[in-house]
């Protein structure tokens, strides 16, 4: 009857779920990310999420294994610390994640990284459980990636899977790394989002602005794209032809470099362009695959939203810390 939480911080929102011995999703609760504030706010909202998902469970937090938490930024699991969460408010320097969410909840709590567990996910759980070796590829506000070698993830030194900042072009378009020509300067949806507006500033038509205030949006979420895609809007098509065409240039040449069995496509903007995409990348990759008669299998990853919070739920039942 042992139950874990997992927490997916992201920059939008806060993703909770408790999850049983076997993967099932018991409780689960959803909170807009603290826009104001400092990490201890960010902290406190994920403590009352965790409540709200352990009481749909008929738990206290006091009663599960522990706490997981997949978080952005440069995380410490053995000093309990994120430290540089640029998407998070106030989020500089280091915090301690674990001290504070452990005093709160009453259990411990490991940390790991957002992309990584979600990787992880796939590989335990998801898309991914027949393959030894994996790329994750998150689509979304940039593209992070998660790389399982062996049946091991692979951090590098602690900065491994930065697909996104695969260069695909030379001296090409700025990314919000503050470099050029990085995957994410074409794929990443801020990146997308800032060429769109140019653009439409310009005096170009697009409906994608319409669309964004009619949903009572502030940005171009994915599915904003998405719908601008269905009524045919041009520029919405050469922007997602273009991040598709950097996507399969950056994943050939990663897969050129790993050949692992299987990658895994998942994010806000891999989830909800769905299947088509995930086929309209392969087709991206094969010019620029060495190995092009025996391409790796390109999936949609399958646990959705829900991939990160059970990711992180993960870093629990294999993990023996245990903090007094
Ligand atoms: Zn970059």
Redesign the pocket.
């Known amino acids: 009857m042992a139950h874990t939480g997992g927490v997916d911080l992201g920059g939008t929102k806060i993703q909770v779920a408790i999850v049983g011995h076997g993967g099932e999703v018991v409780g689960q609760a959803r909170r807009p990310t603290p826009t104001q504030g400092g990490p201890k706010d960010v902290v406190e909202e994920i403590a009352g999420a965790l409540r709200e998902a352990a009481d749909e469970a008929g738990m206290k937090t006091s009663d599960l294994d522990g706490i997981g938490i997949g978080s952005p930024g440069k995380v410490d699991d053995d000093a309990g610390t994120v430290a540089g969460a640029r998407n998070l408010p106030g989020w500089e320097g280091a915090f301690d994640v674990r001290k504070t969410l452990e005093k709160l909840c009453g259990a411990r709590v490991a940390l790991g990284n957002d992309v990584q567990v979600a990787t992880d996910a796939e590989f335990a759980l998801g898309a991914a459980r027949q393959y030894a070796s994996l790329l994750g590829v998150f689509w979304g506000t940039g593209v992070g990636g998660g790389i399982v070698l062996d049946g091991k993830p692979w951090i590098g030194r602690d900065a491994a899977g930065e697909i996104?900042?695969v260069v695909v072009r030379p001296g090409g378009a700025l990314?919000?790394?503050?470099?050029r020509g990085?995957m994410?300067?074409y794929a990443g949806r801020a990146s997308m989002e800032g060429r769109a507006r140019r653009r439409s500033n310009r005096g170009e038509k697009t409906v994608l602005f319409k669309i964004m205030e009619d949903r009572g949006r502030t940005r171009l979420t994915s599915g904003v794209w998405a719908r601008a895609l269905d009524r045919g809007d041009p520029m919405a098509r050469q922007l997602l032809d273009r991040a598709v065409k950097a996507l399969g240039v950056g994943i050939a040449s990663s897969q050129n470099l790993l050949d692992v069995e299987a990658i895994i496509i998942g994010g806000g903007l891999g989830l909800r362009l769905g299947h088509p995409y995930v086929d309209r990348i392969r087709e991206a990759m094969m010019p620029h695959l060495f190995n092009d008669e025996r391409p790796p299998a390109i999936e949609l990853a399958a646990l959705g939203d829900l991939g990160g919070a059970i990711g992180a739920s993960l870093l629990i039942s294999s993990g023996e810390r245990l903090e007094a």
């Open positions: 996104g900042h990314c919000g790394c503050g470099r990085c994410e300067a």
